[in-house]
């Protein structure tokens, strides 16, 4: 169920204690990491998706504006 080292031999309660805790945080900022990544790639997708609508909104009226010329 838990994903475990195997331990060393000479290693004390509070040595493995103290390699928990590290390979906690290890995967601590691993998690972090990649949600950083997704929430750099959705304001991207946002902005990416507002540029899209305000360039076809700007289309259309620049085509109005020449049809009503």
């Given at each position: ?17 103290a ?5 906690r945080?290890?995967?601590k ?7 950083e ?5 959705n ?22 504006a020449?049809?009503?010329?």
């Amino acid at each position: 169920m838990t994903d475990t080292k195997p331990e060393e031999p000479g290693m004390t309660r509070q040595q493995r204690f103290a390699q928990w805790l590290m390979d906690r945080a290890e995967k601590k900022e691993e998690k972090e990491t990649s949600l950083e990544s997704l929430m750099k790639f959705n304001v991207f997708l946002s902005i990416s998706t507002l540029v899209a609508v305000a360039g076809a909104t700007v289309a259309d009226y620049i085509l109005m504006a020449y049809v009503w010329l």
